[in-house]
């Protein structure tokens, strides 16, 4: 029994020193690849995440959304990166869904290839898939009235068993 305490204490501490500012600011370099920046974010250090509120993303220097909540919850074993309340700007509507609620990212070492997503919003609900073997995101979006609301988006949707599905690599 004696352990198991050990190792959960262990653990416990790993999680606790992780830096997770450094985590962050990885993450917005990773963005940054793709000329989008966060932004004007206040950023708060847990014992256990980092959240980050606030936070303007700009593409090309050009204001499109602003994330009022992140959230970094990395548990070593299962790790989450959480995107609340999302607004976008009027200019890209047509395209993207006004506002989206939540989006939840979740990368685990159990399937280590592959990153799961859910998300709530306007667009109703979805789930999906980031191959990071074949580098392939997969959306599958239930069929609803509120979807239709978003003409450019279901254009890049294909019909399938499970709902609406978009695909596309990077």
Known sequence: MKPFF??????LLIIVMIPKEKLYYAFESTLSQYHLFISDEDISNGLVYLEAN?????LDNQKIAV???IQITPLVLINKLTLSSITFSPL???????KVDTIVFTY????PLSVSIQGDG??????GNIDLLEQK?????????QLGRYPLLVS???????????EDTF
């Open 122 to 127: 306007d667009f109703g609900h979805c789930d």
């Open 54 to 58: 606030n936070g303007e993303v700009l």
């Open 137 to 145: 995101v997969t959306i599958t979006f239930d069929a609803t009235a």
């Open 92 to 98: 890209y509507r047509s395209l993207i869904p006004g």
């Open 108 to 111: 685990s070492l159990l399937h």
């Open 156 to 166: 890049k949707l294909h019909q399938a068993e499970g709902g609406l599905i978009y």
């Open 67 to 69: 994330i009022e909540h």
């Open 6 to 11: 050990y190792s959960l204490y262990v653990l």
